[in-house]
């Protein structure tokens, strides 16, 4: 009797939760550990708390010297440049180069820096700034200060390879969900696709909206989670790359994609966008589909989405 086994884990800060759908339990645990020693082995390359981390070599030889990297970091590094210039630098790597002091997102921020100071903290943030040696699988950054991180792709990333692993390992249907950032594989035990529901920016909790889904990806960007009120305004932690500012007037970006990589790296960019330059963008991708919900609670969709 096929049943979904669940296992949820702490990993790469956020919390994991993995599902596959099995008549052995013991089998399913086993397969699920597996997965998570897979995720465990991406964190080490990406994270920044750890001093040998490649991601911290990486920003450690800033403006210094070219640093030899695994051939999957750097692969990860080549296609989210590509992002970078689909999105025209909305979505960007290097945006670790911003000053903390400029943002800590506490309570305690009162007022936003001045538009002259916020511009000069984000000078760093440029991903053609980011030069990559196939020869040597080397990566520099040109300038002193810069730092990449992989806050916006790597949770896609391992969920991806971690479902990878599975489908090999001979699960035939299951969900890696990363905080949100989730792909699916398969049908439920029932035959049926799996039910994703769509979080309600208001209510973190409770979803506005399900997708029937197999073999999607889905990633949520919102600014429910983490924002400051000036003077009675949210700002969301999403800072645009090019003015230093915080984005407004969008609590959340859902995209849909056949790849957990590719909507978790585009959630961000088409908050940073706006709503039209972002769904026009989307709209001109093959297989990509945005749900986008405005401060007003109004709901836009790219041209191939329905919602129920």
Known sequence: MERAFKRTERLMGNSFELTIVADDEMWAQQKMEMAVNEIRRIEKLFTTFDESSQTNRINANAGIAPVKVDLEVYQLIERAMRISSITDGAFDLTYGSVDKKLWNFDRTMDRLPDAETAKSMVRLINYQNIILNPENCTVMLKEKGMRIGFGGIGKGYAAEMAKALLKKEGAQSGIVNASGDLTTWGNQPNGEPWTIGISNPDHAKTPFSYLNVTDMAIATSGNYEKFIKINGKKY??????????PVTGIKSVTIISPNAEIADAMATPVTIMGISAGLDMINQINYLGCI?????????????????
């Open 236 to 245: 969301s932690h999403t800072i645009n790359p090019k003015t230093g500012l």
């Open 292 to 308: 986008i919900i405005d401060d007003n609670n109004k709901i836009y969709t790219s041209k191939n989405i329905n919602l129920k």
